[in-house]
């Protein structure tokens, strides 16, 4: 079964800084993988997904993620860090076995200081 | 992309009685889905709405508990039948198109039982 995992409960960085919010998946087969960010009291807004192609990934707001097969990796990364980043962020793979349902990791809260 | 209106957006029950949460597209959609996010936890999948049948539940969930309708392509609603305390959480609709596209969330319903 397909699988993805968020290493880290818990995200500090300073306003300005860069950021990584970490993400390691398993699956049999090729990935396809998304990034969704959940602001307080709100629902799950899509960020970036990788399907295929370029390793690097561009989304909105700014942020990025790099797909790297040989370590099972899907970070989020941004430059710099806004304190408005400051939210819950989900990593998502697809399970193809499973119906293509999505598999979401625990989430990671980012938390960004000024 | 989706607009998903989902209503209530919150709610607070009594034990014992149920609550029917709306979930309304604007477009047609072929994949409709509920999920559930316990307190400090991540999305866990109730169930696919299929329109015109009966809805394809994961396993821990159940139709007499979680019923769900799905009368047309934009629309469904899922009931919480006989609420416990163990209910109160984040209950979340979700569109998805092709497998290999993102899924579109609603804002949540967050409900709480007394």
């Known amino acids: 079964a397909q699988s993805v995992a968020q290493p880290e409960d818990q995200v500090n960085v300073a306003e300005g800084n860069p950021l990584t919010v970490k993400c390691t998946y398993s699956v049999s087969g090729n990935p396809y993988l998304f990034w969704y960010v959940q602001y307080p009291n709100r629902g799950l807004q899509f960020l970036l997904k990788?399907?295929?192609?370029?390793?690097l990934v561009k989304g909105s707001y700014g942020f990025e993620a790099e797909f790297n097969k040989s370590q099972t990796s899907f970070h989020l990364k941004k430059p710099s860090a806004l304190v408005s980043d400051s939210a819950l962020y989900f990593c998502?793979?697809?399970?193809?076995?499973?119906?293509?349902?999505?598999?979401f990791g625990q989430g990671t809260e980012l938390s960004v200081k000024p | 992309s989706a607009v998903i209106s989902q209503k209530p957006s919150r709610d607070i029950c009594q034990r014992g009685t149920s609550l029917t949460i709306q979930c309304q597209v604007d477009?047609?959609?072929?994949?409709m889905f509920w999920y559930r996010q316990q307190p400090g936890q991540s999305l866990t999948l109730i169930a696919t709405a299929n329109q015109g049948s009966e809805a394809t539940y994961e396993s821990g969930f159940v139709i007499d508990k979680f019923p769900i309708s799905r009368p047309n392509l934009t629309f469904s609603t899922l009931t919480v039948s006989n609420m416990s305390p163990e209910d109160s959480s984040i209950y979340l609709c979700s569109v998805e198109g092709r497998i290999n596209t993102e899924a579109f969330f609603g804002q949540g319903t967050r409900l709480t039982v007394v």
């Open positions: 477009s047609q959609v072929t994949m």
């Open positions: 998502a793979v697809r399970d193809i076995g499973e119906g293509g349902k999505l598999i």
């Open positions: 990788y399907i295929t192609g370029d390793n």
